[in-house]
């Protein structure tokens, strides 16, 4: 099903709203986990303190994996960020999609390749910055002509790649699993025999949705992890 985005030009440009809206709300989303999970701290953690602590330690693990800690522990804000951020985003199209007037207002901020390459892009410009940070520019710049100087224009066309995949890949995903919700929904809305034979399969896509942005969000989070450690670690 085809419906369109509001789309409105400022200074020669086009601005997605509902991605602005979209965005904004998994922003405030993320922020207020964050408040809340940190307003009353106590020793023994409980409730959603006990949650956002199991965040940490997960990202933390994600980043030993990756790296060393030393060079690593500096990106450990970034991965809770990214983290929830990139769930919070999954999980925003599953339950319903808001359409107005031909116009799709309510969806997974995910589910549009702008988002999800703005994303990558961010990613691996960060790399390149805490690369240059970390290592000086002539030490950084020695890496591109590595192990021969002909391998240049080979790790150009790599970073590239990597921008596109990592952000189409988790586009795709969604993407895929919005359009599949979609087309149940109006199976629902068709007949009693359509609704009957929609509801246990959209209940099941449903669950699955939620597995597969989970997947996700970790994808994302453990790539970025491993971008920067090939940026930032002194034995890569």
């Not at 199991?54 to 809770?80: A, C, E, P, Q, Y």
């Not at 990613?123 to 290592?135: D, E, I, Q, R």
């Amino acid at each position: 099903m085809h419906h369109e985005a509001p789309l409105v030009p400022f200074l020669g440009l086009y601005f997605n709203l509902a991605n602005m809206l979209m965005i904004t709300v998994a922003s405030a989303i993320v922020f207020i986990i964050a408040v809340l999970s940190t307003r009353k701290l106590a020793m023994k953690p409980t409730g959603i303190q006990n949650f956002m602590e199991w965040i940490m330690d997960f990202v933390k693990g994600i980043i030993n994996s990756t790296m060393d800690w030393k060079d690593g522990g500096r990106f450990h804000v970034l991965g809770i960020t990214l983290l929830m951020y990139v769930f919070v985003s999954n999980m925003l199209g599953l339950p319903f999609s808001v359409v107005y007037d031909n116009y799709l207002w309510w969806k997974s901020p995910t589910a549009d390749p702008v988002i999800t390459l703005t994303l990558a892009v961010l990613v691996v410009g960060l790399s390149h910055y805490y690369g240059v940070k970390l290592k000086g520019t002539a030490e950084y710049g020695k890496e591109f002509f590595k192990p021969f100087w002909f391998m240049f224009p080979i790790k150009i066309i790599e970073e590239f790649a990597n921008t596109l995949t990592l952000g189409l890949r988790l586009y795709g995903n969604i993407y895929a699993g919005e359009i599949l919700l979609g087309l149940l929904a109006a199976s629902l809305a068709t007949d009693a025999v359509g609704h009957i034979a929609a509801a246990l399969p959209m209940l099941v896509w449903q669950g699955f949705s939620v597995f597969v942005g989970a997947i996700q969000a970790f994808i994302f989070t453990m790539l970025t992890m491993v971008y920067l450690s090939h940026k930032v670690s002194h034995d890569h």
